[in-house]
């Protein structure tokens, strides 16, 4: 599978944005989704992630919970992850990521994420 974050931008702290990422291939649910941030020089950090199927479970970094949700339209190979009061401290680059629906369940850890978007940077001003 093929992927392509967009919707980065720069916001003032407070504001709203709201990623997509397309993925290509038939066999989109079958792959559990993740958003992944890195900042230079620090390593890439989980976000959030939804599980395959239809009825994905969602699952979160203490960080963005309650502010940030992810979800999934499996009839147009899409995740979304939309950001709402976001914070100086969410500035990074975003990526999206596949993980096969096999072997470790509802992962944060990107070494089990086998496929990546080119990301999208975000910027949140104070």
């Known amino acids: 599978v093929q992927l392509q974050a967009s919707g980065g931008g720069l916001v003032q702290a407070g504001g709203s944005l709201r990623l997509s990422c397309a993925a290509s291939?038939?066999?989109?649910?079958?792959?559990?989704m993740g958003w992944f941030r890195q900042v230079p020089g620090k390593e890439r950090d989980f976000v959030a992630g939804v599980s395959w199927g239809g009825g994905g479970r969602t699952y979160y970094q203490d960080s963005v919970k309650g502010r940030f949700t992810i979800s999934r339209d499996n009839a147009k190979n899409a995740v979304y992850l939309q950001m709402n009061s976001l914070k100086p401290e969410d500035t990074a680059i975003y990526y999206c990521a596949a993980k096969y629906a096999s072997g470790i369940l509802y992962s944060k850890e990107s070494s089990h994420y086998d496929h990546w978007g080119q990301g999208t940077l975000v910027t949140v001003s104070s």
């Open positions: 291939g038939r066999t989109f649910s079958e792959y559990d």
